[in-house]
């Protein structure tokens, strides 16, 4: 007992010090398993997020855009991939975190229970989805644990990319026909609560952070992320010259930061539970390539195996 | 006319493979395999897109690459048939590679000897691509052939289905014929040899019984495809037809 609360001590001070921990260092079970929920979800967004943009990548509008979009959608493999990497360094291994995703028990971000039903919401994701996901991640790459934060730098980087490559598609449209502004205009007033929704619920009814901020895993709580979001998304819709569907968004003098209007909770939930409008395609579309991948994967594992007899 | 025609032959390979191979994208048997699929999709855009600009410098009339891929037809499309096959399953998408990395590493490498300094330059960067495809399909036929019985099952029916399809690679058509005596153009009768070399190598390690030469389709070089190439056209066309000479 006394050991483990001078260990409890010890683990306590170094992150206070701003030291990160490592795979191998002593950590809180409850630290271990907080890490291990969060990558997860994170690698699986980036798994689940593939789908949406993916429904695009054959319908591109220019060879320009199909190569661009190819490679984002293949960034965001890779990224799921660290991430796999970074979770199993905590001693759980991908496919039982694949099979938690596919079961329901696992979770990934709701944004991508969205549909995209127009070539304009390739832009509005880019912009505002990985705007946010940004945000979030720049907090990230301080994060404590040493694995996750690293891959989170890496990250990042890529994310400025996909995420100027989506503006540049809003622009594009916004300078274009009075159809392809329209289209901006829609796919905007669809993504924009769901972009601000991503950051999770209001902090007074966010359980957990208290702890993840004095883990340092979380360095700052939700709503000052959101905050952050909007001040830095306003005026880039200005620009494109398109109008965020919230009557009560306003610049606040006193606050130095936009005011905005209150988040439909009930959605929030409805499809975080599953009530989303893909919730249940997208599930479906990772269980049937997993699936349906079963043969190949047994196929390689066979192979392997007899080389290596063969060898030996 | 014929310069004109073989680079868009080449073009349309190179984009509708690449469309194919798009398809598979988020829906991949492992990420790593996701991943090195979405690779060789890219490449094979990237491809088509040199060869377009190409053409559209050959036409001098303003057109963009986009023009070529977008607004013409299925009889104007000179792809080889073997390209818009669909992808059924992962075996067929590797059968499908297979044959056509094994013909197109020989090819480029002679292509990149053209007397056309353009295409010299294109099949130069392409080879670099194409041996690293070829890599990747030659191994993977190896695991699913010297695999589990299911996957030999499926790998030499792939084989077997696909297999009618690759003579088109080696019948030349008149634009072919005239761009090789003009030392433009590879012999494909020496790229032939090549081939089957490696189909002969990589079939007995895959243990893939390798089918009889019978009856070969052919007609895509000069515009006359299989039914798939039109829903092929329709789906990657929609914005384009829908929103005509706009910038996307």
Same mark, same amino acid.
């Given at each position: 007992?006394?050991?483990?609360?001078?260990?409890?001590?010890?683990?306590?001070?170094?992150?206070?010090?701003?030291?990160?921990?490592?795979?191998?260092?002593?950590?809180?079970?409850?630290?271990?398993?907080?890490?291990?929920?969060?990558?997860?979800?994170?690698?699986?967004?980036? !798994?689940?997020?593939?789908?949406?943009?993916?429904?695009?990548?054959?319908?591109?509008?220019?060879?320009?855009?199909?190569?661009?979009?190819?490679?984002?959608?293949?960034?965001?493999?890779?990224?799921?991939?660290?991430?796999?990497?970074?979770?199993?360094?905590?001693?759980?291994?991908?496919?039982?975190?694949?099979?938690? #995703?596919?079961?329901?028990?696992?979770?990934?971000?709701? !944004?991508?229970?969205?549909?995209?039903?127009?070539?304009?919401?390739?832009?509005?994701? %880019?912009?505002?989805?990985?705007?946010?996901?940004?945000?979030?991640?720049?907090? #990230?790459?301080?994060?404590?644990? %040493?694995?996750?934060?690293?891959?989170?730098?890496?990250?990042?980087?890529?994310?400025?990319?996909?995420?100027?490559?989506?503006?540049? !598609?809003?622009?594009?449209?916004?300078?274009?026909?009075?159809?392809?502004?329209?289209?901006?205009?829609?796919?905007?007033?669809?993504?924009?609560?769901?972009?601000?929704?991503?950051?999770?619920?209001?902090?007074?009814?966010?359980?957990?952070?208290?702890?993840?901020?004095?883990?340092?895993?979380?360095?700052?709580?939700?709503?000052?992320?959101?905050?952050?979001?909007?001040?830095?998304?306003?005026?880039?819709?200005?620009? #494109?010259?398109?109008?965020?569907?919230?009557?009560?968004?306003?610049?606040?003098?006193?606050? %130095?930061?936009?005011?905005? %209007?209150?988040?439909?909770?009930?959605?929030?939930?409805?499809?975080?539970?599953?009530?989303?409008?893909?919730?249940?395609?997208?599930?479906?579309?990772?269980?049937?390539?997993?699936?349906?991948?079963?043969?190949?994967?047994?196929?390689?594992?066979?192979?392997?195996?007899?080389?290596?007899?063969?060898?030996? | 006319?014929?310069?004109?025609?073989?680079?868009?032959?080449?073009?349309?390979?190179?984009?509708?493979?690449?469309?194919?191979?798009?398809?598979?994208?988020?829906?991949?048997?492992?990420?790593?395999?996701?991943?090195?699929?979405?690779?060789?999709?890219?490449?094979?855009?990237?491809?088509?897109?040199?060869?377009?600009?190409?053409?559209?410098?050959?036409?001098?009339?303003?057109?963009?690459?986009?023009?070529?891929?977008?607004?013409?037809?299925?009889?104007?499309?000179?792809?080889?048939?073997?390209?818009?096959?669909?992808?059924?399953?992962?075996?067929?998408?590797?059968?499908?590679?297979?044959?056509?990395?094994?013909?197109?590493?020989?090819?480029?490498?002679?292509?990149?000897?053209?007397?056309?300094?353009?295409?010299?330059?294109?099949?130069?960067?392409?080879?670099?691509?194409?041996?690293?495809?070829?890599?990747?399909?030659?191994?993977?036929?190896?695991?699913?052939?010297?695999?589990?019985?299911?996957?030999?099952?499926?790998?030499?029916?792939?084989?077997?289905?696909?297999?009618?399809?690759?003579?088109?690679?080696?019948?030349?058509?008149?634009?072919?014929?005239?761009?090789?005596?003009?030392?433009?153009?590879?012999?494909?009768?020496?790229?032939?040899?090549?081939?089957?070399?490696?189909?002969?190598?990589?079939?007995?390690?895959?243990?893939?019984?390798?089918?009889?030469?019978?009856?070969?389709?052919?007609?895509?070089?000069?515009?006359?495809?299989?039914?798939?190439?039109?829903?092929?056209?329709?789906?990657?066309?929609?914005?384009?037809?829908?929103?005509?000479?706009?910038?996307?």
């Amino acid at each position: 007992m006394m050991d483990r609360e001078l260990k409890n001590l010890e683990f306590q001070s170094r992150i206070d010090r701003d030291e990160k921990i490592e795979a191998k260092d002593w950590m809180p079970e409850e630290y271990r398993k907080t890490l291990i929920r969060q990558i997860g979800q994170h690698a699986h967004s980036e !798994i689940v997020g593939m789908l949406p943009e993916g429904n695009w990548i054959t319908r591109a509008p220019s060879l320009r855009r199909k190569a661009i979009l190819l490679s984002k959608v293949q960034d965001e493999a890779g990224h799921g991939l660290y991430l796999y990497s970074a979770a199993e360094t905590l001693g759980i291994e991908r496919d039982t975190m694949i099979e938690e #995703l596919h079961s329901g028990k696992a979770k990934y971000s709701s !944004i991508f229970n969205y549909p995209t039903i127009s070539w304009a919401d390739m832009g509005a994701i %880019g912009w505002l989805v990985d705007g946010a996901a940004i945000v979030n991640q720049v907090a #990230l790459c301080r994060t404590s644990y %040493g694995p996750y934060s690293r891959s989170m730098v890496k990250i990042c980087k890529e994310e400025s990319f996909h995420q100027r490559q989506g503006f540049e !598609i809003m622009l594009q449209l916004c300078k274009g026909s009075s159809e392809q502004k329209a289209m901006a205009q829609d796919a905007l007033n669809r993504w924009w609560w769901p972009s601000l929704m991503m950051f999770g619920p209001s902090d007074k009814d966010s359980p957990n952070t208290a702890q993840s901020m004095a883990w340092r895993v979380k360095r700052f709580t939700n709503d000052e992320l959101r905050q952050k979001f909007v001040d830095m998304t306003v005026p880039q819709a200005e620009i #494109l010259g398109i109008t965020i569907p919230d009557e009560k968004l306003k610049w606040n003098d006193e606050k %130095g930061q936009y005011d905005f %209007g209150e988040i439909n909770w009930e959605e929030f939930y409805s499809v975080v539970k599953g009530n989303g409008p893909c919730n249940k395609q997208r599930i479906h579309a990772r269980k049937k390539a997993h699936e349906e991948g079963q043969w190949v994967r047994d196929a390689a594992l066979a192979h392997a195996e007899k080389r290596s007899k063969k060898i030996a | 006319m014929s310069l004109k025609n073989y680079t868009l032959f080449l073009a349309d390979t190179s984009l509708i493979l690449g469309q194919r191979l798009g398809e598979w994208c988020g829906h991949g048997p492992v990420l790593e395999q996701d991943i090195a699929l979405t690779n060789i999709a890219l490449d094979y855009v990237g491809r088509a897109r040199l060869l377009y600009q190409y053409v559209s410098e050959l036409d001098a009339n303003g057109k963009s690459e986009d023009n070529y891929a977008m607004m013409r037809e299925e009889r104007e499309f000179k792809n080889l048939l073997l390209v818009e096959h669909p992808n059924i399953d992962f075996g067929f998408t590797v059968a499908r590679q297979f044959l056509i990395d094994a013909f197109f590493v020989p090819y480029l490498e002679e292509l990149s000897k053209s007397k056309n300094e353009r295409l010299s330059h294109i099949a130069d960067k392409a080879l670099k691509e194409s041996q690293y495809h070829l890599r990747w399909s030659s191994e993977w036929m190896i695991r699913l052939g010297d695999g589990t019985e299911e996957s030999h099952k499926r790998i030499q029916s792939a084989v077997n289905s696909l297999w009618e399809f690759s003579g088109e690679l080696f019948s030349p058509v008149p634009y072919e014929k005239e761009m090789l005596l003009e030392g433009i153009a590879p012999d494909v009768e020496n790229i032939l040899t090549r081939w089957n070399q490696s189909v002969n190598s990589v079939f007995s390690e895959a243990t893939i019984i390798k089918p009889k030469d019978s009856w070969f389709q052919k007609g895509g070089k000069e515009g006359v495809h299989t039914e798939h190439l039109g829903y092929i056209l329709s789906d990657m066309q929609y914005l384009q037809r829908t929103y005509p000479g706009q910038d996307w």
